[in-house]
């Protein structure tokens, strides 16, 4: 678990992402997925890098199965991008850290 980034459950999803103002992006992971691992040292740097311009939490999907049914999360890592409650975007699977920035970026210059 990390201090940096917040993990969601079923139980705060509505109260921490729909809910939430401005820009919130959600890595879904699991304890088992190797690429979850690579990519979560990413996401933490990115939660610093904007921190208070962005809000980043982490949801893991073997414990939260009702919300990855849901939002149809086939594969993991999935990074899923929300903006004053609604879905904006999703990535799945390892991508470099500026693909991502870049996806940040975009969204927060609209």
């Known amino acids: 678990m990390s201090e940096v980034v917040p993990e969601v459950t079923s139980v705060n999803w509505e109260n921490e992402v729909l809910k939430a103002q401005g820009l919130v992006m959600i890595d879904f992971w699991a304890t088992w997925c190797g690429p979850c691992r690579m ?5 933490e740097e990115l939660a ?5 311009k962005i ?7 073997d414990e939260n199965s009702e919300i ?24 799945v699977g390892v991508v470099p850290k500026q693909h991502l920035k870049a996806k940040i ?6």
Not at 55 to 61: G, S, Y
């Open 68 to 91: 990855a049914s849901r939002y149809k999360i086939m594969g993991i890592p999935t990074i899923m991008f929300f903006k004053d409650g609604t879905k904006l975007d999703q990535i």
């Open 105 to 110: 970026d975009s969204f927060l210059n609209t």
């Open 55 to 61: 809000k980043v939490v982490k949801l893991n999907t």
């Open 39 to 43: 990519i979560s040292s990413t996401v």
């Open 48 to 52: 610093k890098e904007y921190s208070g």
